[in-house]
């Protein structure tokens, strides 16, 4: 299967998030949470880890200031509310969900050939201004940063010293097959008629 179409299948699934009630959420959650720990365990934590800052803010931001009934009924005023404790799991979720997806694809397909299958999916685009090869060098360099060990500081993009501004990048191109067509071209077809039915 061309790294392409999974990707694409991978932003389906992403997209397909943003429908889920509470319940298949959790599901979803819980079935992500046990994958990664089984396929890509150090990965994983170390992504996930990445994000706490913003998952912190996404439970203070949503459970704090949210109103509605207070969890805590003898604390009104320091508890958060019950409709924003949902709303702060719900958005949560979500992003956890996300990360965990990239954990798993990005432990299944090399960097080069993720970045080759982004620039495959937008290479269509291109007669429409999106620069499809600046795309592809800029992700490829954003995943190094998330996969290294150590991050590198702040002043380590703009110091003369770096790398990164003299490095040869290889990005691994492949061409989308018949059946790959065949597959994107009935998955958007799909996707439109649900995003009309969800309009109607």
Not at 8 to 23: G, K, M, P
Not at 38 to 57: D, E, S, T, Y
Not at 95 to 114: D, H, I, N
Not at 133 to 147: M, S
Request: a positive charge; charged letters at 15%.
């Amino acid at each position: 299967m061309h790294s392409g179409l999974l990707v694409f299948l991978w932003l389906l699934a992403v997209a397909s998030l943003q429908f889920f009630d509470l319940a298949a959420l959790t599901a979803v959650l819980v079935a992500s949470a046990i994958a990664t720990a089984c396929c890509a365990p150090v990965r994983g934590k170390r992504l996930v880890k990445r994000v706490r800052f913003i998952l912190i803010a996404i439970v203070i931001l949503f459970a704090g200031f949210t109103p509605g009934e207070a969890v805590f009924i003898d604390w009104p005023s320091i508890s958060p509310s019950r409709e924003g404790v949902v709303l702060a799991y719900e958005h949560a979720a979500r992003v956890v969900v996300v990360v965990l997806f990239v954990a798993l694809l990005m432990e299944y397909l090399p960097a080069t050939r993720l970045v080759g299958a982004l620039h495959a999916l937008l290479r269509p685009l291109h007669a429409l201004g999106v620069p499809a090869d600046r795309v592809a060098v800029r992700t490829l360099l954003v995943l190094r940063f998330v996969e290294a060990e150590k991050p590198p500081r702040w002043d380590h993009w703009i110091s003369d010293d770096s790398n990164d501004l003299h490095e040869a990048i290889a990005v691994e191109r492949q061409s989308f097959g018949p059946f790959d067509r065949v597959v994107i071209g009935v998955l958007v077809l799909f996707a439109c008629v649900l995003l009309w039915w969800g309009l109607k």
